[in-house]
Structures are given as C-alpha cells and as structure tokens.
C-alpha cells in the first residue's frame, strides 16, 4: 500500500515537473522566495495593530510562535525524523527532475516547511479575519506557493499535502488557544 502511495506520489511529482517553460521558472522561482511576501506580512501586521487594539500583543505573539513554531516542527523536527530524501537529491529520480537555478534545497523534503508556514498563517489569519474574500486570496497564495514547491522539483506532492495539513493543524490549535486566553472573546474587527 504505501510502496503504491509512494509511486503514485512520484508520478505526480514527474508529470507537474515535467510541464516547465522558461517564462514558469521565473514565476515559479519567485514566488518560491521568501522576501517577495515580505510587504505582504508587513500589511497583516499592521491589520492587526489597527484593528485589533486590546487583543494586538497576544495575536502578534500567537503569530510569531504559530510561524516559529510550524517551521521548525516541519524543517527542524520532522525532516530529521523522517529523513525522506527531495526529489533532487533521490538518486532514483537523477537525471529526471528539471532543476531551476540549480536550486536542489535541503536533503530531505518531508514535509513542505513553505506548505506549513503559508497554510499556518491563510488558516490563522482566516479564522481571525473572518472574509471570505480574503480567506479565498489565502488559501489560494498558500496554495500556489506550495504548487511553485512541487513544480521546482523540491518535494513531492505528499511532501507539501502534509505540509499543508500541518499547518492548518497547527493554525487552529494556536487559535483556539488564543480565544481561551481572550476568555473566550469573540473577535471581531474595530470598524
């Protein structure tokens, strides 16, 4: 069963990466960066400030340690105990995986830390936020990072599927947690 998972994985994997063009690579490369997204962060930051003005240390806080705490579960932790080696440094897939700016990452993959941290921060900002609008822009942003991820040769598609699931996991627990330490306070946007 999982040796089937695994090919299946594979397949995937081979099939998105395989459907490159140079004009993909620059996009796919871009928004696989970090700093691009750095204006983006800035302008939840200072939503938060703005419009949550009790609440704001403890929100900015359950963000710093919602973001710590998702990137180093998933790159320090469960890469270490997992140890399933990127697609680009798997010696079965050498020679197949299309690599753009030489880029190869880290050895092991398992799980996405770009897929955990951006669908940490769509599923936390969502549920404090509360606009559909807005949760359908997050989950897309984290959801294309993530694809930008596969696309890039640097994990497998179950690599950043469970990624994504441990962020959202990780997301509603520290938001919960949250509302237990605002007693239970509803929290809704100063208008």
């Known amino acids: 069963m999982m ?26 490369w871009f928004v696989s960066l970090t700093w ?14 703005r419009n949550y003005t009790k609440e704001k240390w403890v929100l900015l806080l359950a963000l710093v340690i919602l973001i ?4 180093q579960l998933s790159s320090t932790v469960i890469k270490n105990l997992v140890c399933r080696l990127r697609p680009t440094h798997n010696p079965s897939l050498e020679g197949m995986i299309h690599i753009v700016n030489n880029y190869k990452g880290g050895f092991y993959g398992f799980v996405s830390s770009h897929a955990s ?15 559909r609008i807005f949760s359908i822009c997050a989950f897309f ?50 208008r």
């Open 36 to 49: 691009p997204w750095i204006p983006l962060y800035l302008i939840l930051i200072f939503i938060v400030v």
């Open 141 to 190: 942003w984290a959801s294309f990072i993530s694809y930008s991820r596969i696309y890039l040769g640097v994990h497998f598609p179950g690599d950043v599927a469970c990624g994504a699931l441990l962020g959202f996991v990780l997301a509603i627990s520290i938001f919960k947690i949250v509302t237990i330490i605002l007693k239970n306070k509803q929290l809704t946007v100063n």
């Open 117 to 131: 941290n951006t669908f940490a921060l769509a599923t936390f900002t969502s549920f404090l936020f509360r606009n």
């Open 68 to 71: 710590i705490g998702s990137d």
């Open 3 to 28: 040796e089937s998972l695994l090919h299946i994985d594979t397949q995937i994997l081979l099939f998105i990466n395989s459907h490159f063009n140079p004009f993909l690579d620059k996009i796919m």
